[in-house]
């Protein structure tokens, strides 16, 4: 029997009579986009990030970008970024005309390492943007300070922590404001492309609101110069079909974590580290390993799947080539080494002993 890396039909399977019953309210309603359902859903997710505001939009990407956008963060400013981190954290600073500036991770739990942002600080930084990398919370208190004392505002990359916490708080409701993905693959996934902004600030809040369905709040009144990117009524109907389910599967997830942790245990690889006060909810479980072409002939001969998450670094990506960045060796380090294996709440402690088991014997 094979263990695919995902498998979103099974995931979603768990859920089929309610999102079935979510896409036969759409359907029924003859409203498509911005009604009653993206409406509850926002309700419905910022109670559960414990904010008190939800902006749906059309994906992760846009999340992060209209964020940036209403803080008026653009051309000739800042922000700081992970080094390793899907593209997207880097392509949102890009989108409107800042530069990305890259900070190095704590190779143990492959997040930003909160003492090096300092250094990264110049007149013009304007924003910090952590990412939760894999489910795992960056060590907020830290980032905060430092964002503090320079007066940056702190945007969570919050795309792959769905319910995490961090020090009790949820992730999305540290910083100034969070972008969430609705991915399929994402702890909270549709079945398409979503995305939301989660923030306590009012004003931002507004803003949002106005720039995501064209500068308009009044049918054909335009404010500001806004784009078109929302939420649509279907992808909530099957997100809110999710939602109630979520802590109940990232508990699943951390079984799995913690079943993979035990059985991987001696073995010659290095294992995700939790940094103090962080309540992870592993989107992925990657190892460390620098023989990992061994390790990926092996599982995949056992039919067993794996992905690499991320191959190559952002500043070695050729959309960034040409620009000059700064030495980033646990970056360039970590694309050689990491493997992420096969995680989802489904996965059953016989899965899990299987994969470790031929781990452990490479
Ligand atoms: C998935 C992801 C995004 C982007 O989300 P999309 O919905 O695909 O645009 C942003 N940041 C990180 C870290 C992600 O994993």
């Not at 309700?43 to 992760?60: L, Q, W």
């Not at 784009?227 to 992808?235: F, Y």
């Not at 070695?316 to 646990?330: F, N, R």
Request: with cysteine; proline share 6%; aromatic share 6%.
């Amino acid at each position: 029997m094979s263990i695919p890396f995902l498998d979103l039909k099974r995931l979603n399977g768990a859920h089929d009579e309610a999102i079935r019953a979510g896409i036969a309210r759409v359907l029924d309603s003859g409203w498509y986009i911005l009604g009653a359902e993206v409406q509850a859903f926002e309700r419905e997710f910022a109670a559960c990030c414990e904010v008190k505001h939800c902006i749906g939009v059309a994906d992760g990407l846009d999340a992060l970008v209209l964020i940036l956008r209403a803080y008026g963060v653009g051309a000739g400013d800042e922000v700081i970024v992970p080094s390793n981190t899907f593209i997207a954290t880097w392509l949102a600073v890009s989108a409107v005309g800042a530069t990305p500036v890259p900070v190095e991770p704590r190779p143990g739990t492959h997040n930003m390492d909160p003492g090096l942002i300092e250094a990264a600080v110049t007149p013009r930084t304007k924003a910090v943007m952590p990412v939760h990398l894999y489910g795992q919370p960056c060590e907020m208190g830290a980032i905060q300070a430092v964002a503090a004392r320079h007066r940056l505002k702190v945007i969570e990359d919050a795309a792959q922590a769905h319910g995490a916490r961090w020090q009790g708080q949820r992730a999305g409701s540290i910083g100034d404001a969070a972008g969430f993905s609705f991915y399929p693959g994402k702890n909270l996934g549709a079945l398409g492309d979503g995305g939301a902004i989660t923030t306590n600030d009012d004003a931002l809040a507004d803003k949002l609101r106005l720039l995501r369905n064209y500068g308009s709040t009044q049918k054909y009144r335009h404010e500001v110069q806004g784009v078109n990117s929302r939420l649509d009524e279907m992808q909530a109907a099957v997100l809110r079909a999710k939602l109630p389910s979520l802590d109940e599967d990232n508990a699943a997830r951390r079984r799995v974590a913690a079943a993979y942790l035990q059985a991987l245990q001696g073995a010659d690889v290095v294992l995700p580290e939790v940094a103090e006060g962080a309540e992870p909810v592993w989107h992925l479980f990657v190892i460390r390993t620098p023989r990992r072409a061994a390790v990926q002939a092996a599982l995949t001969a056992e039919g067993i799947g794996h992905l690499v998450h991320y191959p190559l670094a952002c500043h070695l990506q050729p959309a960034y080539a040409g620009e000059s960045w700064p030495a980033l060796p646990i970056a360039e380090r970590l694309q050689h080494e990491v493997l992420s294996l096969p995680m989802a709440p489904y996965l059953t402690a016989e899965d899990v002993e299987r994969v470790a088991a031929v781990i452990r014997r490479v």
